[in-house]
T-cell receptor
Framework: DTGVSQDPRHKITKRGQNVTFRCDPISEHNRLYWYRQTLGQGPEFLTYFQNEAQLEKSRLLSDRFSAERPKGSFSTLEIQRTEQGDSAMYLC????????????FGPGTRLTVL | GENVEQHPSTLSVQEGDSAVIKCTYSDSASNYFPWYKQELGKGPQLIIDIRSNVGEKKDQRIAVTLNKTAKHFSLHITETQPEDSAVYFCAASYFGNEKLTFGTGTRLTIIP
């Protein structure tokens, strides 16, 4: 068990560019979550998947954000036309199907929009 | 929706002393309360959690207490060590609503 992995760990982009992040959950976990964390704050929920189905999206997830989990394994989070306000740490977490709701986080992708 | 408040925002304790961090939640339907430790540049690490059917849970030097009536829960760290220095977050959720709502964090510093 290698834990939750995220790629890239850091991304610097210019305003207006598109970026895509990848998350690989713990292999037997069927639930996958995306959170965003800004400096000095706790993580904020963005969206979550059960297998390949996206079951909930936060109002924080504007039309410029899209997340997919095509085969119920890894997930991608894409941000189109990035803005400086998108600069944050994007965290991925996964949990099993047992209903315990224990979420295990990856190391995050730090996005800086110039 | 759920709102979680966390206090204090910073806490400094002498090595070997105890540290206590407190959280309150607003949604009486919440029934799962994890605590996470986050070190600089890393993702949050689950250190202990409690479900609403118990009032206290302990794991070595770490314990969590829950008061459902008052809607608050606390993290207790005893015999603190330098490696306990980090930011700690409480969170709340309930089964059937999988998202975690986090507090704003407590920066704990252990003074050698």
């Amino acid at each position: 068990d290698t834990g939750v992995s995220q790629d890239p760990r850091h991304k610097i982009t210019k305003r207006g560019q598109n970026v895509t992040f990848r998350c690989d959950p713990i292999s037997e976990h069927n639930r996958l979550y995306w959170y965003r964390q800004t400096l000095g704050q706790g993580p904020e929920f963005l969206t979550y998947f059960q297998n390949e189905a996206q079951l909930e999206k936060s109002r924080l997830l504007s039309d410029r954000f899209s997340a997919e989990r095509p085969k119920g394994s890894f997930s991608t989070l894409e941000i189109q036309r990035t803005e400086q306000g998108d600069s944050a740490m994007y965290l991925c977490a996964s949990s099993g199907a047992g209903g315990g709701n224990e979420q295990f986080f990856g190391p995050g992708t730090r996005l800086t929009v110039l | 929706g759920e709102n979680v408040e966390q206090h204090p925002s910073t806490l400094s304790v002498q090595e070997g002393d105890s540290a206590v961090i407190k959280c309150t939640y607003s949604d009486s339907a919440s029934n799962y309360f994890p605590w996470y430790k986050q070190e600089l540049g890393k993702g949050p690490q689950l250190i202990i959690d409690i479900r609403s059917n118990v009032g206290e849970k302990k794991d070595q030097r770490i314990a969590v207490t829950l008061n459902k009536t008052a809607k608050h829960f606390s993290l207790h760290i005893t015999e603190t060590q330098p490696e306990d220095s980090a930011v700690y977050f409480c969170a709340a959720s309930y089964f059937g609503n999988e998202k975690l709502t986090f507090g704003t964090g407590t920066r704990l510093t252990i003074i050698p």
